[in-house]
């Protein structure tokens, strides 16, 4: 890829967060500045300019892959240091749709910057249940010259609730880390994990049909045991609903864990379940593909554009308490489907979804823009 001429060939990427929290659009967002570090390397570019509102300067990792200014509480200098930043590059990622108003600026200041947009899913769908839009965002998002959604499923949300062109839109998957082990789930598991932050916006995520899975589970002399990964205000009220239902010595709730705890509870499990109704992507999926695990996913997002229904895993109502039962029932009862499941979304991991391919489309992303 050669650099454009003109108006400088830097590239600037600013971020609401990125190692501040945990969560897929941090995780996205880490693995686009590794990227563009890379891809600017290996075109005599300047490095990218990375600017992240939220984080505080104490958050950057020392091997972060590119210099990233984190400006914590400084918000009028995040606007005002990108706003500089803008007039020596020739392309503005956005990490999220709250920096719009900031990208305009920066348009109206350097007129031959591109805008390019990352939307990752209900940030986008203007569903008051997670965030309405703004009055003025559609406007705004008319400068852009490019939107990359992670799924089409979220493009098409996006693209009726702001009006906007379709040609405009690029689909730009999420990644996985690279399958660096061989998989092989314990045969005599039984245990069923989900993996999610427990927000109060989280209960789309659907854990609590699970929690009622699991009474009917119990009813049918169905031995399991579900194990729930993730911190937050639900997971109170999930407790609760599990004691509520005499479920409460099948249900672990394993909070936030490590990165290595949180690959022995894969290890542990011999399936993956999210009835989910609110994926903008579904990098769960992916995750647990990546450790040989069947899944189960929801039909009403874009999981069911990710999963292969009957190939890789199943697809249910997401609150469809008697089929979910009865998809986690077939998988638990019969092991060699599950693990043939669990090797077929692997491998649809490392042919689709891993860093390389992250970097590829990336690349697609900047060459369209030359």
């Given amino acids: 890829m050669k650099p454009a001429t003109g108006h400088g060939t830097g590239v600037l990427f600013l971020a609401l967060d990125t190692y501040g929290r945990i969560g897929g659009i941090q995780r996205f967002n880490q693995r686009l500045v590794a990227a563009l570090a890379a891809i600017s390397d290996e075109n005599g570019w300047s490095g990218p300019i990375v600017h992240v509102m939220r ?3 104490a958050d950057i990792p020392n091997i972060a892959p590119a210099a990233i200014t984190a400006f914590g509480p400084r918000r009028l200098g995040f606007v005002l240091r990108s706003i ?22 920066c348009k109206l200041l350097a007129p031959r910057i591109r805008l390019v947009l990352f939307v990752h899913g209900d940030e ?46 690029r689909i730009f998957p999420n990644a996985v880390d690279d399958i660096d082990r061989r998989l092989d789930p314990k045969k005599g598991s039984r245990n069923i994990l989900t993996v999610a932050r427990l927000d109060l916006h989280d209960r ?92 189960i996913c929801g039909t009403g997002d874009a999981a069911a554009e990710i999963v292969t229904d009957g190939i890789d ?18 998988l638990l009862d019969d092991p060699d489907r599950a693990f043939a499941m669990g090797e077929a979304g692997a491998e649809k991991v490392r042919t689709r979804y891993l860093l390389r391919h992250f970097r590829e489309n990336l690349e697609e992303l900047i060459g369209g823009l030359a």
């Fill in 313 to 330: 895993g199943f697809a249910v109502g997401p609150r469809d308490i008697e089929a979910l039962a009865a998809k986690m029932t077939l």
């Fill in 124 to 169: 986008v769908w203007n569903d008051p249940a997670y965030r309405r839009m703004r009055f003025y965002e559609p406007a705004m998002a008319r400068a852009l010259s490019r939107i990359a959604a992670v799924s089409a499923f979220t493009a098409k949300r996006m693209q009726h609730a702001f009006g906007l062109p379709g040609e405009r839109f």
């Fill in 55 to 57: 984080d505080r300067p």
């Fill in 84 to 105: 500089a930043a803008a007039r020596r590059c020739r392309i503005l990622f956005l990490g999220h749709i709250n920096l719009l108003p900031v990208a305009l600026v």
């Fill in 204 to 295: 789309g995520k659907n854990i609590d049909a699970l929690i009622e899975a699991m009474v009917l589970l119990k009813r049918r002399n169905v031995e399991c045991t579900l194990q729930v990964v993730g911190e937050g205000p639900l997971k109170g009220e999930l407790a609760s609903l599990a004691r509520e239902r005499a479920v409460e010595d099948r249900v672990e709730f394993l909070g936030r864990i490590s990165d290595a705890e949180l690959a022995e509870a894969y290890a542990r499990a011999c399936l993956f379940a999210m009835p989910s109704s609110k994926e903008g992507f579904g990098i769960v999926f992916l995750e647990a593909w990546r450790h040989g695990l069947p899944v």
